[in-house]
């Protein structure tokens, strides 16, 4: 009989190895982030379990050998890894609804292309405590909620929903059809100091690479730089989610006040 090869606990809680292993996980109804499979395996387990994971909305990807022997914590693979939640997402309605009950103009988080857990651990972190109502990721081209970005939040996960979708753009337009507004930064935009940033509002946060893309950006309202002066031209992702974060909170803070 196959042997069932599960992920060293000890060192990645999230990473599950082995044919046998992954099609219990997706009998057992586990929310699979990401299956990676080995080019040119056709057999029929292997095609059992990318059949479950297209049924469960998993994203499927196809990578070399090697890639897998990097990856892999057990040394017996058999072709398949993946990596599974460690947290349930929830639906984008369920984060408006949490506005909604708190008497609030929703506060939103939306990431492109997140893909470092510690950088989407500490955004979440981040948004926990200036008191944004949830975050938005894509389920392609970001890291998910595993246990490393659950240990990068210093808890928050618990508290903060995160909302998995299928395309940024297309959810920022529905957005906007209920009253939010959206600015992203970018380091070309106008000083975020001088933005209207009261309302409910949809903050944008892209990659240190690559930042924001160039189709979430021109779905967004308004682009805010944040003011530099160092030899280098950029902030990591989490802290530019910070300074933009806050100086919403600082609007708001103030807008609230009694005349």
């Not at 808890?155 to 297309?170: E, K, W």
């Amino acid at each position: 009989m196959e042997p069932e090869y599960r992920q060293k606990r000890a060192a990645d809680e999230s990473q599950i190895e082995g044919r046998n292993a992954l099609r219990e996980a997706f009998r057992a109804g586990q929310s699979v982030e990401r299956l990676y499979v080995q080019d040119n395996l056709t057999d029929g387990p292997v095609l059992d379990l990318i059949r479950r994971a297209k049924k469960s909305d998993t994203v499927v990807d196809y990578v070399p050998k090697e890639r897998l022997d990097r990856m892999s914590l057990t040394g017996h693979h058999q072709g398949v890894i993946a990596h599974v939640s460690s947290y349930e997402y929830v639906d984008v309605e369920e984060i408006l609804k949490k506005a909604e009950e708190k008497g609030e103009a929703p506060f939103l988080f939306l990431l492109d292309e997140i893909e470092d857990p510690h950088n989407l651990g500490a955004i979440i972190r981040t948004a926990n405590l200036c008191g944004a109502h949830g975050v938005i990721i894509p389920k392609r081209r970001s890291a998910g909620l595993t246990a490393a970005v659950a240990s990068a939040s210093a808890g928050a996960v618990s508290y903060t929903p995160v909302a998995r979708v299928n395309n940024l753009v297309q959810t920022i337009g529905d957005l906007k059809k209920k009253g939010l507004w959206f600015v992203c930064a970018d380091m070309d935009g106008e000083i975020l100091y001088d933005l209207n940033l009261t309302g409910p509002i949809g903050v944008v946060i892209g990659s240190e690479g690559s930042g924001v893309g160039r189709l979430v950006k021109e779905t967004c309202d308004m682009v805010a730089a944040i003011p530099m002066k160092g030899e280098i031209d950029s902030l990591n992702a989490s802290v530019a989610a910070g300074v933009l974060a806050y100086e919403i909170v600082r609007q708001r803070s103030y807008d609230s006040r009694p005349v």
